[in-house]
């Protein structure tokens, strides 16, 4: 006989009402950010699982151990920071989901009005089959936990094959895109728009390494072009008006956010996390230089007002004086796109985005229309149809935003022709920070090229980037312990 322990709360006895799938969604949407100093995605620990790529390095030493080793392309089975955020997190995610999604059924039986409970639930299919996706591109095959009961069959279960992963994501995309509203009445949560947009970045993606299925270009393609002609959100015609605290429910570029507060004010959706921007923060300015950017990443980005606006090249001095970045304690530039708030006026360094705020209210894109047009771009660089004008224009737009002049303008730097390398470094300088670039690099087979100017002054690799084994991390130690079904990846 199986027993349920009284102190577990069940879906028969939770689900009395669509409210309470709507606080059973927002508890998902809650684990996204949820243990904020170890894997909120607005936390730097969030990022210990990409430093592996060309942008982010972090010091040779202190406390920095859990960055250092992603960096090093040297992560273990035991380094349980660098998996809480890779591999917990998104579990986490996933059972909140599943508890969510069985209470669907148990609703709409109880006589809720079906529509609406499917809106709901589609949202919580969106963000399980976000967490599958977070999963399978960081360690291939997972277990594919698809109901929320606690027993020895959820527990024990095998890898799935990364084929088998996708078809399970898309199966939970195409119910989320049956269901979801074009628009919601808070930013940040999922539309059907967010949905196309992540289903072009998994087409884009299954057209890579490993599955190599070209033929998904095409089907990347059309995703995209379905969101820029479609949808109500539109490009920016200047780069840091995106990130403007100001206009964060106005912002026309973002297609799914995630809202961010300050600890005094959390209104209506938005969500809590600290050290957001301190994490990244030069000692001048009493940050904790957890992550700073490449220096030969920084040297190949390309000049104008993104540049000035994602890095902090230099501080000014109170008597006027600048220090270059060359000079900072850490010797290199830092990433300035989340700071936020004011600068305390007792700080000897003042700087054009030199908050010393630890908590940034700066909300955290998931999904832009930047990267649709990127998407189209890279696509039909690749041979999957569309227009090769439309993907030229696209990309020149946004390489003309990044410069900062007049983007239906043709400029002096606008390429001719492009290939579909030429997307891939766009997408390296425009989605900086983004969670986009280690992945690019591994779907893209590029890591070892990309790090191949590798600034002597970086932590040196310990990981050889032309060992395709490293592009998967190890499964948790811990989790091989408890499920002795699991294989572990090669090294």
Known sequence: MTETPEDRTTTDTFFQSIENLDHSVTATYRQLVENAWNRSLGSAKARTVFTGADDF???DGGNKYDWKVSDQLNISASDI??????????????????FAIQGIGQLISRGEPE?????LGAEAYFLRAWAYFRLVRLYGGVPLVLSPEYNQANVNLSRSSVGEVYEQILVDLDFALKHLPQTQPERGRITYWAAKAMKAEIHLTMAGWPLKRTENFALALQEAQDVIQGSPHIFEDDYSQIFDTNRRDTNTEYIW????CNVVNCPGSALNTPFASQATKPTELGGF???????AFYNKYPEGARK????LKELVKEDGGTIPWTSFAEKHPFFSKYYS?????????????GSTAPVSDLDLPMYRITEMMLIYAEANANGGGGDASIALNYLNQVRRRGKGVDINQNDTDDLVTFTAQDVIDERGWELIGEMRRWFDLIRTETLANALSDRDPSEPSLIGDPNNKNLYWHPLPQ??????PKLEQNPR
Do not use: C, H
Not at 82 to 96: E, F, H, K, N, R
Not at 289 to 295: A, G, L, Q, V, W
Not at 308 to 311: D, L, R, S, V, Y
């Open 289 to 295: 230089k957890d992550m700073f950017i490449e220096i």
């Open 57 to 59: 390095t972090t010091l």
């Open 257 to 260: 956010q995630i809202k961010f």
């Open 81 to 98: 920071r660098v998996s809480d955020a890779g591999w917990s997190m998104p579990y986490t995610v996933i059972l909140q989901s599943n």
């Open 115 to 119: 529509d609406a409970v499917n809106a």
């Open 341 to 353: 708030g004011t600068i305390d006026k007792y700080a000897p360094y003042e700087s054009q985005k």
């Open 308 to 311: 000035e606006f994602n890095f």
């Open 478 to 483: 811990l989790d091989l312990e408890l499920n």
